[in-house]
């Protein structure tokens, strides 16, 4: 995995300060983004009701779905309509429609490194993002 220098600001910038997820956009998780899990980021995607909502909520992730937060960046209403549209026919049939475009939406980058992580040490998403991209800030070596 590879962090930008915009990253790393941001990502150090967030950890001196409450980094507190919006209850409305990513249901109830707790207190902080320590806490944040896979399913809070499935019910994000699965009752967002706008291109600037989604924008909104990535933000609030950022940096830590900023592959994701490109694409919706990217997108115009009718992109997310049918975005939409596709994501509940992904959660509902077995064969995938997907566009490729989307896949960082569904999934990002970080995520997919960070859960296996998580799930070994038994601890939420959110802290295994967060320890994951420490290791790299400080160029591999924790504090």
Known sequence: MIITQEQKSKL???LYEEWVLPTELFGDMGVDIYNFEVDNYTFFLDNVKS??????????LSPL??????IAKKMKEQDFLIFKKVLQYERKMEDSRLPNKYLSLVIPQKFILANPLAEEYKVPLGAALIRMIEL???GGVLK
């Open 12 to 14: 150090e910038e967030r």
């Open 51 to 60: 291109l600037n909502q989604l924008v909104e909520g990535l933000q609030n």
């Open 136 to 138: 790299e800030i400080n």
């Open 65 to 70: 779905a900023d592959d994701a937060l490109s």
